[in-house]
């Protein structure tokens, strides 16, 4: 049952969060079926606490519907996937599932390319797939989508770097597609994922000229990359303007989220122990009207666009120390996953997870659904242990 709940995920989940939902949830309510290792897994707990006290703080909230859906937004794209991925595991299994959705997103990226040069459809059966010669969309936002082809290319390239035995032909495939999923990174014009991808690749490269004394791979495939990109660049005014623009005191984008940031910090001084409540960051006009011109409505902030700021601010410093814990539980663990099972999976996901907290400086996309639900379940699935008894660390 639960394996198959699992391919369904994998494949499901790229064209519809609501697969997804429905998916994890429906796992979810056959928990009992691995209740004795579930239960001591320290990451749950720690997920569950922090789940647990956002709730209850959304009780008590001025705007407690807007908390409420906000808390089952982190439920369902947190815990429930975790725990799906979580019950598989046979590691032929979750390596077959991790491939197929690998796959699946993979045919899916090559489509939003195509339609980025007007090859294909720009929208098809009703989902965005790219805006011909400006960004592909892949049928997620634009900054969703950068932090997924970090991910996708952590996992090639570290497969490529780091797993034995690799024939020719699968070496040459993953170099392809190491490639692919950097240049569309390019792509997504997610300027945030940019620099968490940069940084990323910086590390993996580090890592791997630090264990292997090698440097060759990865400086070949970030040379053709780059030279991809330097072509795309200088061929797309889009692009060009974009890059120029950016800017602290003129680019729209960029001073929103300054005054969103300003406003995280008033918020978080004045609610220090349990934060303003879920989802009621973007309420609180007197804080935003403190750090902007009074002329710009408080409804036109959807969200603190800082992951490190909207946890503090909105659940305090009781939140965010339950919120940090279960991140260094995740990082912990997948870094002993790799240390003392050599799992290659492991450490792809280590290298994704450090994209996507740097890349949550600069926006909220742990908040789920889409982006959340993936990383989520793929880190589920890798550190389910094939024993079914052993506790996670």
Known sequence: MFEILNYIFSVGIIFSHVIGYIVSIFAFLFIYKNWNNIKNNKIIIFAFAFLLYGFIRAYFCDYAKDAF?????????????????????????KGKIIKIYILTFTIVIIFSVLAYFGLFYERFLGAPLALKGKLI??????????????????????????KKDLLKKEKIILGVLTVLFIVSLYLTSSRGYYIAGFITYLCMFAFYVFTTK?????????????????????NSSYMQDRIKNTNLTTDANVTSRIDSYKAAV????????????????????????????LKESRHQIRHLHSMWLAVPAEFGIIGFVLFFAMIFLILKNLYYEY????SVFALCMLFAWLSLLIGDCFDTVLRGPRVAMDYFWLTGLILAKSSNKTETK
């Open 137 to 162: 969309n892949a049928n997620l936002w634009h900054i969703s989508l950068g932090a997924m082809c970090v991910l996708l290319s952590s996992f090639s390239l570290n497969t490529l770097l780091f």
């Open 69 to 93: 859906d906000e808390m089952f937004t982190y439920l369902t794209s947190w815990l429930f996937p975790f725990i799906l991925g979580y019950f598989i595991a046979d590691n032929y299994k």
């Open 266 to 293: 008033l918020i978080f001084k004045n609610n220090f122990v349990f934060g303003v409540g879920p989802r009621q960051g973007v309420k609180q006009a007197e804080f935003y009207a403190m750090t902007q011109p």
């Open 339 to 342: 240390k003392y099972n050599n």
């Open 214 to 234: 090698k440097f060759k791979i990865p400086a070949i495939l970030f040379c053709i990359s780059f030279v991809i990109i330097s072509v795309l660049f200088f």
